[in-house]
């Protein structure tokens, strides 16, 4: 139960009605007293500022300020809860701290962590405003978990534990302690040989020694980032592009310099008008069923791209996570096609097996040019010394004795079936202003939003009505690119997807047919 807002502003409005800053100071002064408990809710916005007759904005900038001083801590979906600052902390209005705080203070015991000092270690890299967003788990009201379109997962269903469980038992019982210990940084070399077959197997002609074992591929993303960048390098990406490739390029100071991925494909225009100088460190590209545009490069685009990145310098990661889940003839000829087409010299090919088996293993692989491959083992031994021996080994055993190949035949079976039904239910629920992809496989759809629709805002409503989707403003490396959503296929069941489509059909038609109030103005995150 939040904090009735009526009674709030009763201590708030004192000699009318008052501004961002007189909130503030009061709300503390309130807090500190004791007037009002830490942890108990504090009034949404909009409620607070029906109350006290002011404008939301007034009181969503006074409930960040608390936020900034620790009087205010924000639980997504869970609204702003009362705090107090931690001991030393700049408190509110910098007033003499009340009998009850000052007792609080005599007692015995270390100063607690408040959110100032929180925020006074973290690094100072940008963040995510976003990091909330996604989170499955159901609030107090809801009976049932939310219908998760959210997040790209595989279908855990599919994952063949027999076999698997067979190989497993197989190399542990053959190799006995020498799966025991530590590996070395580059990864179990009978699995690398593997990789580097199958790799041959797609024109891309490498020797097991290119090869490092990665934790998933998403370690890759970060090790390639740590081992080239300083801040303000410049990366080129994708628009929209994979949001957590998006966070690495972030966090380590990249300057994003983003192509288009429209309705149409790559932008060659926005190819073109990358600037040449300063010379850009990395490239970043998801060249079949891209995340999250589920756009496939045809043979032109990809050899578009080559050219720049031998026009402007750096290495390219040619990231083929979601790949092997569509049907051959729906992709490029190879999977490592750029990684082929320049003999991997300045194409990093990057894969993972957390798509085809399961993401547990979080085992993923890396293949490059001896000088980065060594650098970037160095990195992976300092990051983690090594990934797990016993699993690497019946991943091995798995591909050796040809289960692989079968197994990933059967899954995209799977995902193409899947992908069908779901289409079907999309050609019926939604409206015809929100035209989407239609792969023929894989674990997710793109849907185009016009640009005035507010991808957070529809998040929130359809949270309300227990839908998570994944809103297209997490992927955009700068403002105002390509806006739409993402739904992800394999998590639920055909049932569950249905209900959840009808649902997001009937938000959407009302949003777009009967517009909400302009987002400024509806929607005034605290985080
Ligand atoms: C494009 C892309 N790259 C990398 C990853 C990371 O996957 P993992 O670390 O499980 O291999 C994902 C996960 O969804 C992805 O979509």
């Known amino acids: 139960m939040s904090h009735p807002a009526a009674a709030l502003a009763k201590r708030l409005a004192a000699d009318g009605k008052p501004g961002a800053e007189q909130i503030v100071t ?53 609204g702003s809860h009362a705090a107090l600052p931690a001991q030393g902390a700049a408190g509110g209005d910098g007033s003499a701290p009340p009998a009850a705080e000052a007792e609080r203070r005599e007692e015995p015991g ?81 699995l690398r040989e593997q990789i580097a077959v199958r790799l041959r197997q797609q024109d891309l002609r490498v020797r097991a020694s290119q090869i490092l074992i990665t934790s998933g591929s998403q370690q890759g993303i970060d090790l390639v980032a740590r081992a080239l960048l300083d801040p303000g390098d410049g990366v080129v990406v994708e628009s929209p592009m994979y949001s957590i490739a998006l966070k690495i390029f972030q966090v380590n100071g990249a300057r994003l310099l983003p192509y288009a991925i ?40 990809r050899r578009a791209l080559l050219a720049q990145l031998y026009r402007l310098g750096g290495l390219l990661i040619e990231d083929a996570s979601d790949a092997e889940l569509h049907p051959p003839a729906e992709r490029g000829r190879s999977l490592a096609a750029l990684a082929a087409q320049d003999g991997a010299d300045r194409v990093l090919h990057l894969n993972t097996f957390s798509k085809t088996l399961v993401p547990a293993l979080r085992v993923g692989y890396l293949v490059g040019a001896p000088p980065v491959m060594h650098r970037l083992t160095e990195l992976k031994e300092m ?75 529809l998040y929130q409503r359809l949270q309300e009505r227990g839908v998570l989707i994944s809103p297209g403003a997490l992927y955009q490396p700068l403002p105002g690119g390509r806006n739409g959503i993402r739904l992800s296929v394999a998590l639920e069941s055909e049932a569950r997807l249905r209900r959840g489509i009808r649902i997001l059909g009937q938000v959407l038609t009302r949003l777009l047919r009967r517009p909400y109030p302009a987002p400024q103005e509806e929607y005034q995150s605290v985080h």
């Open 26 to 78: 009061r709300l503390a002064g309130t807090i500190r007293a004791g007037g009002l408990r830490v942890g108990s809710r504090l009034p949404p916005i909009r409620e607070l500022a029906r109350a006290l007759g002011v404008n939301r904005n007034t009181v969503a900038r006074a409930y960040k300020l608390l936020a900034a001083q620790g009087y205010l801590v924000a639980r997504f979906g869970g």
């Open 110 to 190: 270390p100063p607690r962590m408040g959110d100032a000092e929180w925020e006074r270690l973290f690094a100072r890299h940008p963040r995510s405003s976003f990091s909330a967003i996604g989170t499955a788990e159901r609030t107090p009201t809801q009976v049932e978990a939310p219908i998760n379109l959210f997040q790209l997962r595989p279908h855990t269903g599919l994952f063949p534990q027999g076999r698997f469980q067979a190989c497993l038992d197989d190399v542990l019982r053959r190799s006995g302690r020498r799966l025991l210990n530590y590996g070395t940084p580059a990864g179990y070399l009978p």
């Open 262 to 301: 429209d309705r149409a494909g790559v932008s060659f225009q926005a190819l073109d008008a990358l600037p040449a100088q300063p010379s850009p460190k990395l490239f970043y590209a998801v060249p079949n069923f891209q995340n999250p545009t589920t756009h496939t490069y045809s043979e032109l685009e």
């Open 383 to 457: 990051t983690d010394l090594s990934h797990s021996l016993i699993l690497q080994a019946a991943i091995a055993e798995f591909l050796e004795r040809g289960h692989y190949e079968e197994h990933v035949a059967a899954v995209r079976g799977f995902y193409r079936r899947r992908m069908e039904a779901v289409l079907a239910m999309l050609a019926e629920s939604l409206p015809i202003e929100a035209p989407y992809t239609e792969p023929a496989g894989g674990l997710c759809v793109w849907v185009d939003l016009p640009p005035h629709v507010d991808t957070t805002l």
